[in-house]
């Protein structure tokens, strides 16, 4: 891992009573930004949602230890969504995984909060691209081999990012034997009964061996089951 988070001792012992603001921001896409220290991590939040919060960003954490991550040497991973990092340093602080990222975040606060404060503290190779995420993937020539689709706003993930044209994009942006995962609010009726719908109606038209993995209140769109650990 790279340097540990340098705040003053004091702020990290009462972040394990209460939640310290490290700096607040806003943005044309984000009105409120706030970026907390909380048991010792760092939160981002933006509106009601938690963008990133170290290795307790479950969704993803969880489900990682239900897969079966490639033993490539040179991964290369694309983040559509970066927040400030929790999937590299998941894979890192729990995996000992130390691939090669590129980063797509469409917020430039939010990738100034990500350069102070946490990507410092990988050891990966991170390219932090200032983009929208539908454009860069109309654009890009090149192939990765794993995929994960993190975006939102505020908790809806926008409506041309679900689009069948968009996750075929995706799907020729993995290279062979390649994996996408795509996070999905699922917390109320409404939001289970959109996903469940995007997945029978698109996710699943693209990637015919597509699972999903109902984790804290989202869905967990895995492109193929066999990466599942039996």
Not at 94 to 118: F, R
Not at 148 to 175: A, G, N, R, Y
Request: proline residues 3%.
């Amino acid at each position: 891992m790279g340097k540990k988070l340098n705040f003053p001792w004091y702020k990290k012992v009462q972040s394990y009573f209460y939640d310290v603001v490290i700096e607040q921001r806003s943005s044309a896409f984000n009105p409120e930004i706030i970026l907390y220290l909380v048991r010792n991590r760092l939160q981002l939040c933006c509106g009601s949602a938690i963008y990133s919060f170290d290795d307790l960003y479950d969704n993803f954490g969880d489900c990682f230890q239900k897969i079966n991550l490639s033993e490539k040497q040179n991964h290369t991973v694309l983040l559509l969504g970066f927040g400030i990092g929790s999937i590299p340093y998941i894979l890192e602080k729990q995996h000992q995984k130390n691939w090669s990222y590129t980063a797509v975040e469409i917020d430039e606060e939010i990738i100034e909060l990500a350069e102070l404060y946490s990507i410092p503290r990988l050891s990966s190779y991170i390219q932090m691209i200032c983009a929208d995420a539908h454009v860069f993937i109309e654009t890009t020539e090149e192939k990765y081999d794993l995929i994960c689709m993190d975006v939102f706003k505020e908790d809806i993930v926008p409506d041309h990012l679900k689009s069948h044209h968009f996750i075929e994009q995706l799907k020729q942006t993995l290279s062979l034997n390649g994996l996408l995962i795509m996070n999905l609010m699922a917390d109320s009726p409404a939001s289970k009964k959109e996903a469940d719908d995007f997945f029978e109606a698109v996710f699943k038209q693209v990637f015919p061996e597509a699972v999903v993995l109902h984790i804290h209140g989202n869905y967990m769109l895995l492109s193929d089951h066999s990466v599942l650990k039996h």
